[in-house]
């Protein structure tokens, strides 16, 4: 079975401009969990989607937002980039319902690399 | 709160043994410990749900001392296979009152032949 795939693995964008990162979680798994993680750091919680719905959002900024579609594929939204948005995007499929699906067992992507000049 | 974790790094050479702590100042309900190698996505280790809980993944265990609010990660001969950057996890809630997990910043263990 495949596991959760992220796309891009990698891409460059300048100041102000946005960006779409897309991932899809395992087969059957319908929460999905974004994390940032910038580099020497621990992963830091962004959004938690369940059944298309926003379960949880961490401290970020409204320039990041995210979707989940039916399918239970997910994407990540970021206006008006910054400097500091540079990170490794990771996302999380977890078979936890609800909101409690974000401290199971997650799995995680490979991560989106974001660098922004 | 993010959860501290202690050392930062350590290298070691195979077959040496190694402890990773991971403390918080706020009680903590469960503690999950995932590793992450260079350029790899983190993986899962284990879930430790309650205070005096101890449990093994192959040759790497855990322990959770509630009262004391500390988990540790014990590496017992270790493997080359073993590198890569461990983090602690603990449970929070987010403003809607759904969980969300908060990462320690890691350890990094570099095990050398």
């Known amino acids: 079975d495949a596991g959760v795939t992220q796309s891009p693995t990698h891409l460059i964008k300048t100041r102000g401009q946005h960006v779409t990162l897309r991932c899809s979680p395992i087969?059957?798994?319908?929460?999905v969990s974004w994390y940032q993680q910038v580099l020497g750091q621990g992963p830091q919680f962004i959004f938690q989607?369940?059944?298309?719905?926003?379960?949880g959002r961490g401290n970020f900024p409204d320039r990041f937002s995210a979707r989940q579609f039916p399918n239970y594929s997910s994407e990540l939204n970021v206006n008006a980039l910054l400097l500091g948005d540079s990170a490794l995007y990771l996302c999380?499929?977890?078979?936890?319902?609800?909101?409690?699906?974000?401290?199971?067992?997650?799995?995680f992507g490979e991560g989106s690399r974001l660098t922004v000049l | 709160q993010q959860p501290v974790q202690s050392p930062q790094a350590v290298i070691l050479r195979e077959g040496e043994d190694a402890v990773i702590n991971c403390s918080s100042s706020k009680a903590l309900y469960s503690v999950h410990w995932y590793r992450q190698k260079h350029g790899e996505a983190p993986v899962f280790l284990m879930i430790?749900?309650?205070?005096?809980e101890q449990k093994g993944h192959d040759k790497i265990s855990a322990s959770f001392n509630e009262k004391k609010q500390q988990s540790s990660l014990y590496l017992t001969a270790s493997q080359l296979s073993y590198s890569g950057t461990y983090f602690c996890?603990?449970?929070?809630?987010?403003?809607?009152?759904?969980?969300?997990?908060?990462f320690g910043k890691g350890t990094k263990l570099t095990v050398n032949p």
């Open positions: 430790l749900l309650k205070g005096g």
């Open positions: 087969s059957g798994h319908k929460s």
């Open positions: 989607y369940y059944e298309k719905e926003e379960r």
């Open positions: 996890g603990t449970k929070a809630l987010t403003q809607g009152g759904s969980e969300k997990l908060v």
């Open positions: 999380a499929s977890s078979s936890r319902t609800g909101g409690y699906a974000n401290t199971g067992e997650l799995f």
